[in-house]
């Protein structure tokens, strides 16, 4: 019998010939990421009795989540990570001019095919669309990590989702996740390994696998996958030059289970409060009121993403009384955006361009929703209380869903435009 991409990774980082779905194996992680929790983690690993960390170059940390400081408390957070990046000689450094975590990482090169990596955030699942293992880890696992350089981890079971059709015009990649998750639901992939694939999945551009994979979360999923391609290939040549070894399953890997979608005709779908599996196709939320809309995130704040939200708003504008906030995912996103005039056609159209960074996704920084209020977002989840007033709503859609609702203020179907 084969084995799949899960149980070669956990195995080869383990130093193992093999291992089987359920073992459990004592891994080095290639990388580990943290972001503004790094300072509750360094109290913990120092706490440890330990002095340095085990590998300060393969240490990875992202002031992301609120940045710049909105309060003396996050400054003083701020503080003690960059004092512990000096002490710690920690060389993957990315202060608050960087972008969300995730995409730094992806575009820095430090998630690679078959590379083994751990981070302190739920959506570190992000990076299995580049072919890597990457999965969500505690605060004190971490910390564990930064002491030992290893970490011990259960090998999942991996759960295959084939997909075939191809995604109409204004139907994409946040589409097809949320559909599928509305199907399976929030608990379908609770610690397995989801392997995404087929001709729909070959199709998406690395922006698109990102959105895919990030979102894995939101089914429970340990991690999220994407067998690597010429598509992959071609964008890692002009982000590193180091070398990565290509892992896959193998034909007659065993799988948990295999699950089958033709959405070729698929349309644009929302994510009704409060939960992320309470989706609904978008005409049967027209006219649902929207006070704020949120377009950027680790989930859709990538150039194709702006790009599709300018697109529909090119020319016109908000529609009366609508805030439309923009966060791109990174610096990098943000300039190659400005180059090419996106964030100039979506200004001019009433939308605020916010800094790089995780925003009001978490309810802690810019854009805060009062009670009452309904925002529509192109984000990740949608809990009650996620955007910071619990007494607020939350809908999730794609940067195209999100457009054309902000030029109507109602829910809107972005092909009626």
Known sequence: ????????VLAENAGLDSAKAGEIVDARPDFVLSHDNTADISRKFLSIGTDKVWDPNRIVIVLDHCVPAATEKYALNHKVIRDFVQQQDITNFYDINSGVCHQVMVERGHALPGS???????????????GAFSAGVGRSEVAAIYATGRLWLRVPQTMRIQISGKLSERVSPKDLILYIIGELGADAAIYKAVEFAGETISDLSVGGRMTLCNMGAEMGAKIAYVAPDDRIFDWLQTRTNTGYKVVVSDGDAEYEKTVEFDVGSLVPQVACPHTVDNVKPVNELRDV?????????????????????????????????????????STEVYREALSEGIIETLSESGAVIMNPGCGPCLGAHEGALAPGEVCLSTANRNFKGRMGCKDAQVYLASPATAAATALRGVITDPRDL
């Open 289 to 329: 009121k929207i006070d704020q809309v949120l377009i950027g995130t680790c989930t859709n704040g990538r150039v194709e993403d702006l790009k599709e939200a300018a697109e529909i708003l090119e020319g016109k504008s908000l529609g009366k009384g609508m805030r439309l906030l923009v966060f791109p995912a």
């Open 116 to 130: 083994l990596v751990l981070g302190a955030d739920s959506h570190t699942t992000s990076y299995g669309a580049l």
């Open 1 to 8: 019998m084969g084995r799949t991409f899960a149980e070669k």
